[in-house]
């Protein structure tokens, strides 16, 4: 007698059928952003309001406190978007680009933000491990997004990523064996390959 195989990674897309009714309250969620993503924010922020408007999710930009908020209207009707539009925000505030952010929105894509200084004690140990993950002219960068089906940002001490559930998890072992090792990115990364 065969089995049947479950698919437990695979995530259901929302059908506004499920809520009809929307949401009974308010929730919001603030996020502060650095001073220098302000004209970048300004210039991008109608395309940002037009996805999340699909939703029936408001946003405003407070250029006076330097914040973004997102807050459900009655027009919602998926319960964790509200959730995703928080993420939205904070990978704005991170440097990633808006059309790249916007894609959180849909429900297959999550993000991991994944800090790599502790994974190494000696700060000069920690740059140059990090330059050799970028590589030269950002192609290890690469061909870790082709391999993971990943979007990848490194920032300072943290890398963050864009992507399934599965490219993530695949991101975060190879971003732990390559800082915590003297192995070459791209020999870990053809290993991988071999490997599947």
């Known amino acids: 007698m065969e089995e049947e195989y479950t698919d437990y990674w695979r995530i259901e897309k929302f059908d506004p059928a499920w809520n009809p009714t929307g949401m009974l309250e308010v929730s919001s969620f603030s996020r502060r952003y650095p001073h220098h993503r302000e004209t970048y924010l300004q210039a991008c922020w109608q395309s940002v309001k037009s996805a999340l408007k699909e939703?029936?999710?408001?946003?405003e930009l407070n250029l006076v406190e330097g914040?973004?908020?997102v807050s459900?209207?009655?027009?919602?009707r998926d319960p964790y978007i509200i959730v995703k539009a928080r993420d939205l925000l904070r990978l704005?505030?991170?440097?990633?680009?808006a059309p790249q952010a916007i894609k959180i929105l849909k429900d297959d894509m999550t993000y991991d933000i994944i800090n790599i200084r502790k994974l190494v004690r000696k700060k000069e140990r920690f740059v140059r491990r990090r330059q050799r993950l970028v590589g030269p002219?950002?192609?290890t960068l690469k061909a870790l997004e082709?391999?993971?089906n990943c979007y990848i940002l490194v920032q300072g001490n943290t890398v963050a990523g864009m992507g399934s559930f599965i490219g993530l998890k695949k991101l975060r072992w190879v971003l732990g064996y390559i800082e915590s090792s003297s192995w070459d990115p791209l020999s870990i990364i053809n290993a991988e390959y071999n490997r599947i």
């Open 146 to 148: 082709i391999f993971t």
């Open 72 to 76: 459900t209207t009655k027009k919602t």
């Open 137 to 139: 002219g950002f192609s």
């Open 55 to 59: 939703y029936g999710v408001a946003c």
């Open 92 to 97: 704005l505030s991170r440097n990633v680009p």
């Open 67 to 69: 914040s973004m908020t």
